[in-house]
């Protein structure tokens, strides 16, 4: 019995230097076993350079169609949302008034005609009359003359010939007067023409009615818009661009758009105006982009992105943006050498929006250069080992 107990006891001091050595080699393979990283190479790769942006759609050109006088709706003939031609009638209001005053005018002009017409009539007749008169005046001078008549009865044709002289001048004057009164009725003949045609309101060019303010029966007043008329060729996106991102965009620059109501669709588009002054707090300059075709749809004050093509490249060297570091005041990589990190800096170029980066220079291009999670990475310190695996 007792050579059993001291075989037992035996046995377990021969197991303890065995699950030491288990320990041990438990832990070389987990905890303390080189952190295991995945790694990538320089590949050449067509990169292209986007600058972002954030806005709203917005249109260069929005009319507001509206009446001249004051009036009542009394038809419409567009809604908001209504594609519309130059020309095409919109809307009228009452004009009751407006006909009763042209049939006044137009009366007026025919009074004025009716009295030329006599005026004329009268004075061809003391046109008349003073030939004769003009005639007899003289016959009867030169009868006088020679004593056949009396200087009395000569005088009296004198006086006939002045009167008939008088009445040519002052048919003349009527017609004048008679004149003058036609060009006022005609104005006004015209002002009321106007006035009947204000009445009826078209549209003044080609476009989209965005907003319809008024409706039937209401009373619009000069200058307060029925309609608002937006050319859809002026419609664009006004982004917000950071200032340190504006290299390289400028004016015909092709972009792509998407709007907040059509995820996943991106319109084609290009840079038609970059502003001059910066927003002083945000540090955005606004550039404005438009759609290139024009929409057909659309939606003014839509949130939207825009994705400028700054730059372009073909068969760059280039690496995922996700295996650059930044260390201090340099830009790098972590790569893996006889199994160990360290730590190069490396001269960038163009960030493409797929995650590639541009690698300008400091790799030769066969290096193992490590891509992992940025957490993981900070942990990074030159000489650590580590295990490349996938």
Known sequence: ???LNKLSRKKQYLLWPLVLVA????LKVTLLAPPRVKVVKLERRDLQAQVYGNGTVEAKVVVGVSSKITGKIVELHADQGDWVKRGQLLARLENDD????QRQAEAGVNKSVANANVEQANLQK???????AEKNGQR???LAEKNLVSRLEAEQYENIYQVAKAEVARCTAAIQSVQMDQAANTASLGFAHSRVADTIIYAPADGVIINR?????ATVTPGMAIFSLADPRTVWVK???DESQLQGVTVGKKAMIAIRSEPGVQFPGQVARIAHESDRVTEELEVDVAFSPPLQTFRLGEQSDVYILAATKTG???LPAASLVTKGKSRGVWTVADGRLRFKVVTTGIEDRRNFTEILGGLTGNEQVVLAPPQQMLKFSDGKRVKVGQ
């Open 126 to 132: 003391a046109q008349a009359n003073l030939v004769l």
């Open 316 to 318: 760059v060297a280039s």
């Open 140 to 142: 009867f001078r030169s």
């Open 239 to 241: 982004a917000n661009v």
């Open 1 to 3: 019995m007792e050579l």
């Open 23 to 26: 320990v041990v080699t438990l």
């Open 213 to 217: 303010s008024l409706e039937k029966g």
């Open 98 to 101: 407006f006909i009763q005053q």
